[in-house]
């Protein structure tokens, strides 16, 4: 909600009533659009692997949570910033818990919640939930941080990277370039591979897990986006 001036977003009132209508917007997308999967086993998939890290990046993400299955139990991390009061009121209304808090590059990592909100995400996993979030860096677009990793290597959960896109969208001018998904579309949702993290893993091995998740979140999208606009001749990605 960047385009609307803060002392909107920043009211409480302004945030839930903007909150209803994006979920209420985002089942309109997903329930008048023709989504592809692959794999077209996607959920099959998952079933022996719950609980899992879903991750995938910013500003590709509004479709996500529209992903669960009834009986699966997901929770998120969303930022502290105003627009993730409002994300954290639509992922509610969509079933998927919130967890507040976000990384940093540096010394920011404990105002913005960072070290609460791993130690949440690593009880909600040991609670049987799957954890959604994120890779980004804060700020830096399609570079893929340690958070995740770390989470799986605390956790020994699994990592899935996964991408959403729809024929149809608005795409923003943003850090992340956002993508807008539109109603009366066609969707992909392309998941990738399962990464693993071990318990024991070094430095080297994180920043291999790191490089493996952000080449299967780009590989991930650039695959949805190939789905979603081949009739289109091809079209600039989000």
């Not at 692997?49 to 991390?77: A, D, N, S």
């Not at 010394?107 to 949440?120: I, L, Q, W, Y």
């Not at 969208?169 to 998904?181: C, F, G, P, T």
């Amino acid at each position: 909600m960047r385009f609307l001036p803060k002392r909107i977003t920043a009211a409480p009132w302004a945030q839930k009533a903007l909150g209803i209508v994006a979920s209420d917007y985002l089942r309109l997308v997903w329930n008048t659009s023709r989504f592809v999967f692959e794999p077209e086993d996607l959920y099959e998939r998952i079933v022996p692997e719950m609980p899992f890290v879903l991750t995938m990046w910013h500003g590709q993400h509004f479709l996500i949570p529209c992903l669960r299955r009834k009986e699966q139990r997901f929770k998120v991390m969303i930022s502290r910033h105003r627009d993730g009061e409002i994300n954290a009121i639509v992922s509610e209304r969509l079933g998927v818990k919130a967890i507040r808090g976000s990384g940093d590059h540096g010394r920011e990592f404990h105002r913005k919640g960072g070290v609460s909100a791993f130690k949440a995400m690593l009880g909600a996993l040991d609670e049987g939930y799957n954890a959604a979030l994120t890779a980004d860096v804060p700020k830096v677009s399609r570079v893929a941080g340690l958070g995740v990793v770390m989470l799986a290597r605390a956790s020994g959960r699994p990592i899935f990277p996964i991408a959403v896109a729809t024929s149809r969208r608005i795409e923003l001018d943003s850090w992340d370039r956002s993508a807008v998904n539109l109603p009366f579309s066609r969707g992909a949702v392309v998941m990738g591979q399962p990464i693993r993290v071990l318990a024991d893993a070094d430095d080297d091995g994180l920043e291999s897990a790191r490089r493996a998740v952000e080449a299967g979140l780009n590989a991930a999208t650039d695959r949805a986006y190939d789905i979603v606009d081949r009739h289109r001749g091809g079209a600039d990605r989000g």
